[in-house]
């Protein structure tokens, strides 16, 4: 077993390890939900050297598969290559949460601004003709709360800290690579983590777990379209228990990528 295939076990069976007892424990004093979601989202990514790039990003979330709104998501952020292997990222990320399902997020059943900074570190490696991806990501999270349920709109906001870990993999369906012209499988898993002084219920804040078809156009666009299955626990108990969405769904990513560095050399 190679050195990243044996890393990449570790990382599996410590995640398992941890939320093993937390899923035993949640067991026995939780109540459950299902919803149908629709996530409808693109990334973009601006290269503007070898070193530097514009990240943006929107995720379009939707309950009931289409009809109704989940969540808005807008993120914008700045890469860093560090080498081949490893891009680092800082960003910001504003985030409209509404009430959706039987219990909603906020216990006034009121729709939520988040806004919140993040730094990301992802690596990247190649087995074969098999490709991963760890990505770490670190979250300050400022989230709208009212004091009480006659306000329209948010009186303060709390301070939470979130840790996020992704392991992606994919696979061509032709070929030894992902080039122009592609179909591809891919699978994810990410499961976040809350820490701090402000966490209620949720240490085990959700996992998002994820499969992918995709096909790669050309060098700047790939569409993707799969199933996703998200879990998530609520921060606050209702009627002394905790509260568990179980959330499935369709996923369809627009993926683009433009590299001005190209330009830059061919104009020299």
Known sequence: MSKTAS??????????????????????????????????????????DEKFGIHTEYQWRRENTITEWQQSLLRLGVNYQLNSKIQLRLGYGWIETFPY???????????????????????????????????????????GKYSNENLTEEDGYLFANRLRYMFRIQIPLKGKSIIDKTPYLAAYDEIFIGFGENVNENIFDQNRL???????????????????????????????????????GIIFNTILNFDLSKNKINSL
């Open 7 to 48: 890393s990449t076990f570790q990382l599996v069976f410590i995640s398992w390890f941890i939320l093993f007892p937390i899923h035993s424990q949640a067991q026995n004093n939780r109540s459950k939900e299902n919803n149908s979601i629709g996530w409808y989202t693109y990334n973009g990514t601006l290269k503007i």
């Open 101 to 143: 399902g039987t219990t909603s997020i906020n216990s006034f059943g009121k729709d939520f601004t988040e806004h919140r900074l993040f730094q990301v570190a992802t690596i990247s490696d190649k087995i074969s003709i098999v490709e991963l991806s760890h990505r770490f990501m670190l979250e300050q999270r400022w989230i």
């Open 210 to 248: 994820g499969f992918i078809l995709g096909y790669k156009i050309n060098e700047n666009i790939r569409l993707e379209a799969g199933y996703l299955n998200q879990i998530l626990q609520l921060g606050r108990e209702v009627q002394s228990k905790n509260v568990f969405q179980y959330n499935n």
